[in-house]
């Protein structure tokens, strides 16, 4: 398994600003994710963050939006941009060890963050 | 893209008693996996069962995978105050590729 850390834990922004959110992993992990789970509800998708190229972003989650960083293969940032209310979400980061069919994905603790 | 149900959406057991969530697909997968959600924080991985497989057990914890009927139920027995929790079920998209879609998810509420 991995343990992984994500920074920060939560955050109170303005509208019209963007928050960078960092994950950090104890070992080098071969894919990583990144989820949003708005309020009350389930998760989803945004993209992956692939080691040395840009991220794949899922349907309805654009660059622009959602830039994503992954300098090696144990960290990894995703930025909300121009932040909105609606933007209010737990953001989570995941990993898998390595390629094969049916791997375990985990997570990390979530980073909250409420934009007024 | 396909998705999982769970159902229900809440439930509300006492200590000690059993708890069964249901969690249906709509798509072929390779695996199925479970998660615990506390207080929406991070996500803890419960138990992982393959498409080829049709139960698996941890501890106080038996899941079950019917492909026939893209279902899959997850069984907590003798539960504990410290069960109350989120559980979600993900699925893999049945290609190569690891990303996860998830269901909306059974709040468990277990009273002492």
């Known amino acids: 398994s991995a343990v992984i850390s994500q920074k920060p834990s939560r955050d109170i922004c303005q509208r019209g600003t963007s928050l960078t959110i960092q994950c950090q992993v104890d070992s080098q992990v071969t894919m990583m994710f990144w989820y949003r789970q708005q309020p009350g509800q389930s998760l989803t998708l945004i993209a992956t963050a692939n080691q040395g190229s840009e991220a794949t972003y899922e349907s309805g989650f654009v660059i622009d939006k959602f830039p994503i960083s992954r300098p090696n293969l144990t960290f990894s940032t995703l930025t909300v941009s121009n932040m909105s209310p609606e933007d209010s979400s737990i953001y989570l980061c995941?990993?898998?060890?390595?390629?094969?069919?049916?791997?375990?994905?985990?997570f990390g603790p979530g980073t909250r963050l409420l934009v007024l | 893209s396909q998705q999982g149900e769970e159902d229900p959406q809440a439930l509300s057991i006492q200590e000690g008693e059993n708890a069964t969530m249901n969690c249906s697909y709509k798509t072929s997968i390779n695996n199925l996996q479970w998660y615990r959600q506390n207080s929406g924080r991070g996500l803890v991985h419960l138990i992982l069962?393959?498409?080829?497989?049709r139960e698996k057990h941890s501890g106080r914890l038996r899941v079950t995978l019917d492909t026939s009927k893209k279902s899959s139920s997850l069984l907590i027995t003798a539960s504990r105050a410290a069960d109350t929790a989120s559980y979600f079920c993900?699925?893999?998209?049945?290609?190569?590729?690891?990303?996860?879609?998830f269901g909306k998810g059974t709040m468990l509420l277990v009273s002492p």
């Open positions: 995941s990993v898998t060890m390595g390629l094969a069919l049916g791997e375990t994905q985990y």
């Open positions: 993900a699925t893999d998209g049945g290609s190569g590729y690891s990303t996860l879609t």
């Open positions: 069962i393959r498409s080829n497989e």
